[in-house]
């Protein structure tokens, strides 16, 4: 795979990532989360925030962590360890909320999503994106978009239009009551 580097810019206080210059191929913002290296595409990357308390919000599913002002728009943040079933860390210096545009069925929104820390951008040759492991119906890896090995590993690209709709998390959590409520 050929290595190109990306200059992101520093667009006053808003932290904006914008590629200076087009490149054949995808850019992908990776971030670390439980040892494992992730990606979404840098297009639906709005900023990078350092980690801050945010307000809470009552009857929410436990991985939403609550709403934070963005310049006067409300947006909703979750950790994607909770999101993820993995075990939930304590927030260190290096936890960043990553603050993505999701397109859903009514319009796009933006929401914020907690990460172990941002590693870097990658650039990706489409040829060398794998599709996700088929696990049957016992693991849902639909919000998974493909795969791609790196030096250190592999890094799993993630649909977050598929993995950050509100109305299908809130959904899940419903299901995962039921179940719960009902012994399955």
């Known amino acids: 795979m050929e290595t190109k580097t990306t200059d992101l810019t520093v667009q006053g206080t808003r932290n904006l990532l914008k590629r200076d210059a087009t490149t054949e191929g995808l850019q992908y913002l990776t971030f670390s989360l439980a040892g494992e290296e992730y990606g979404v595409d840098i297009l639906k990357v709005q900023e990078i925030r350092g980690w801050a308390p945010v307000t809470k919000v009552p009857n929410t599913p436990p991985f939403v962590r609550g709403v934070m002002n963005l310049r006067g728009a409300i947006v909703p943040v979750i950790d994607l360890r909770l999101r993820f079933e993995l075990e939930a860390m ?29 590693s870097d951008v990658l650039n990706v040759d489409p040829a060398t994106v794998q599709p996700a492991p088929d696990f049957g119906t016992a693991v849902n890896t639909e919000f998974i978009s493909g795969l791609v090995a790196v030096e250190s590993g592999m890094v799993m690209l993630l649909d977050v239009d598929r993995l950050l709709s509100v109305e299908e998390m809130f959904k899940l959590e419903a299901a995962h009551s039921t179940d719960a409520a009902h012994g399955t």
């Open 90 to 118: 304590e927030y260190t210096k290096t936890t960043v909320v990553i603050v993505v545009t999701v397109q859903t069925a009514g319009g796009s929104r933006v929401i914020g999503a907690v990460v172990d820390g941002v």
